[in-house]
């Protein structure tokens, strides 16, 4: 188990090589000096408050390690109002009324934005009796409960409209990624991640709205958090430019090349389909065969026009011995 879980961790520290230490300086452009933030630590642990730190640095924010007078907006996780105030006390600080106490939402959103946005009602903590809940109005809350979110895909309906795209390419890159690797955990597991936030009726704008979800390990976790704070994953750009990559999705897109074949050729040094033309003591299969003489056919979709045209001579058939059948075309259309 601990063999599986060791990429996640791995991926989490390589995001934040090169950060810069809690109690180092590091010279970045302060871009909105009226807002100065300070992200508590308390159940949110000195890695993620570092990179946090570091991310609104990058973005012009001024962000103090220490809690201070200049300190204009507290930034709390997973903390009510009255656990911060609780907190402040301790600190010593006896006005807490000077601060802006806010949830990490309002954080992210700045982060989104990449500039502070307004601190409103749904951003603020405020003790219950005074205030909606700090995600989000009612009206807006998902109306679905996620603990009856099946884990099976088949028993999930998903529409067309994927809202959370960002989420999904960034998993199906890392799964095809592994399944070039013959990694068939991994890819199964960015795989079922990727059907369950296809079939959110919302787009995911924050961790807590992931949880109780099924098929959201650690790895999968990890990108998330990373497309939310950076609005982009490291790691499937650090996928899209390997070189091994490139070349595996080059060569199984050709009709009869699966990976072995694909490894094989890549150890060969082959790089483009080119290449492998050229090489004349490669022996290639009936179907690879075919594959080349007509891949430009074979990668491009079928347009609608000719996906009705097939419709029509299967319905017109269909209909002779069938004069009440009902033809409909479904699915992706590729040849």
């Known amino acids: 188990?601990?063999?599986?879980?060791?990429?996640?961790?791995?991926?989490?520290?390589?995001?934040?090589?090169?950060?810069?230490?809690?109690n180092l300086s590091c010279s970045y452009e302060i871009k909105f000096n009226k807002f100065v933030i300070f992200i508590m630590q308390r159940k949110m642990g000195m890695t993620r408050r570092a990179f946090l730190m570091e991310l609104a640095r990058r973005k012009g924010f001024r962000v103090e390690s220490e809690l201070s007078d200049s300190v204009t907006h507290i930034v709390a996780e997973n903390n009510s109002y009255l656990e911060v105030l609780d907190w402040l006390r301790g600190q010593a600080v006896g006005d807490s009324s000077r601060f802006e106490l806010l949830d990490i939402s309002w954080f992210t959103a700045c982060m989104e934005a990449g500039r502070p946005v307004d601190s409103e009602m749904k951003y603020r903590l405020m003790e219950?009796?005074?205030?909606?809940?700090?995600?989000?109005?009612?009206?807006?809350?998902p109306s679905f409960i996620a603990s009856k979110v099946s884990q099976y895909s088949c028993q999930r309906k998903t529409t067309l409209n994927n809202c959370n795209k960002k989420f999904t390419d960034a998993f199906e890159i890392m799964a095809e990624n592994y399944e070039f690797k013959e990694n068939e955990?991994?890819?199964?597991?960015?795989?079922?991640?990727a059907s369950v936030l296809k079939f959110l009726p919302f787009p995911v704008t924050r961790m807590r709205e992931i949880q109780g979800l099924p098929c959201m390990g650690d790895r999968v976790r990890d990108v998330i958090e990373e497309i939310i704070e950076e609005g982009e994953s490291s790691r499937a750009k650090e996928v899209l430019n390997d070189e091994r990559y490139k070349s595996f999705k080059l060569f199984t897109s050709v009709f009869g090349v699966g990976v072995k074949t694909s490894e094989k050729w890549y150890r060969m040094g082959l790089r483009t389909l080119e290449e492998v033309k050229a090489d004349k003591t490669l022996k290639l299969s009936k179907m690879q065969k075919a594959g080349f003489l007509y891949y430009e056919d074979l990668v491009s979709c079928v347009s609608k026009a000719e996906a009705d045209a097939v419709s029509l001579i299967v319905k017109n058939t269909v209909c002779t011995f069938l004069p009440d059948a009902l033809v409909t075309i479904t699915g992706g259309f590729r040849r």
């Open 1 to 22: 188990m601990d063999r599986i879980r060791a990429p996640a961790v791995f991926s989490r520290r390589k995001r934040q090589k090169g950060m810069c230490s809690p």
């Open 128 to 141: 219950q009796d005074q205030s909606p809940p700090l995600n989000t109005p009612e009206s807006e809350v």
């Open 185 to 193: 955990i991994f890819c199964l597991e960015f795989l079922r991640a």
